[in-house]
């Protein structure tokens, strides 16, 4: 799990507008460039006389997000000539339209036209940031400040009643498997059917009564009944750890995304420096 200060990144008060600013961002083209500028502007598809490109396909796929994720791999490029395909003879339409001749139309554009070109100014500028170099310095001055966490791993059988976790508790004791008096008994959907076993957890992720139990006992121990607002619990810990820092290869692409959120920030921040907003559609005091 990635330390926490990789993950946080807040927006200093007063600086709203810019979560807005940056979420126009893309992260993929601040990490690695434009795809759509690396690919050959071969045509690889016509509608009515009109050219499809490959570049063309690789900037709607990045435009289309989220969206174009959802697809099957496998069919991806057809949806994205097809949804190119539309989009051409579309704006054709319009043109004949003269949609383009329209006032709101020109605003539009205008809107769009500086959205794109700071997104991209940002994307170039932070680029930089999110260097291997920088973000091993990051990772190791953060390592320094970090403590490994106790972890415990643990099984558990949970019932409903206290009576019926005094009957667990007394099988185990006499001698039965843990694992199969949970796979058994256990009303626990999760872990029942893994004979009880929860892997391995710090105790902030546990309701406070079951962590408190199971960070109290010895490897090898088994509780007495816990109740929580689940049911009643019979614990039994397996191991104690100290939870193993991250290494930078499993936290490396996580680091520099926040360090290209970082720039982008620092970058409008200041851009803006100390401009003076002057708002004309208040009275002045």
């Known amino acids: 799990m990635i330390p926490s200060g990789f ?87 319009a043109e004949r339209a003269k949609i ?66 005094k009957a667990v508790l007394a099988r185990v004791r006499q001698g039965e498997d843990f694992a199969k008096v949970a796979a058994e008994l256990s009303r626990d959907p999760g872990s029942g059917k893994e004979g009880g076993d929860l892997g391995y957890f710090t105790q902030d992720r546990m309701v406070p009564q079951f962590g408190a139990v199971a960070f109290q006992l010895k490897a090898g121990d088994v509780s007495e009944p816990v109740q929580t607002q689940f049911g009643w619990h019979v614990i039994k810990v397996e191991d104690k750890r100290s939870k193993p820092l991250p290494k930078f290869e499993e936290v490396k692409g996580e680091i520099e995304t926040y360090l290209v959120r970082k720039a982008q920030q620092d970058i409008v921040m200041g851009l803006r420096g100390d401009l003076k907003l002057e708002r004309l559609d208040q009275p002045k005091p």
Not at 102 to 118: C, D, H, I, S
């Open 7 to 93: 993950r946080r990144f807040s927006i200093p008060q007063g600086r709203a507008p810019l979560l807005a600013l940056l979420a126009g961002v893309s992260m993929f083209a601040c990490l690695t460039g434009s795809p759509a500028m690396a690919q050959d502007n071969k045509v690889v598809a016509k509608i009515d006389g009109i050219e499809i490109t490959e570049q063309e396909i690789a900037l709607a796929g990045e435009d289309l997000g989220e969206r174009i994720a959802q697809v099957p791999a496998a069919q991806r490029r057809e949806y994205l000539i097809g949804y190119l395909s539309d989009l051409k003879i579309g704006a054709r339409a």
């Open 100 to 165: 383009a001749e329209l006032p709101e139309f020109t605003l539009r554009m205008n809107y769009f036209r500086q959205k794109v070109l700071m997104d991209e100014f940002i994307s170039r500028q932070s680029r930089a940031a999110a260097s291997t170099e920088a973000a091993r310095k990051l990772y190791d001055d953060t390592m320094k400040t970090m403590k490994p966490e106790e972890e415990v791993r643990a099984r558990h059988i949970l019932v409903e009643k206290e009576d019926e976790a």
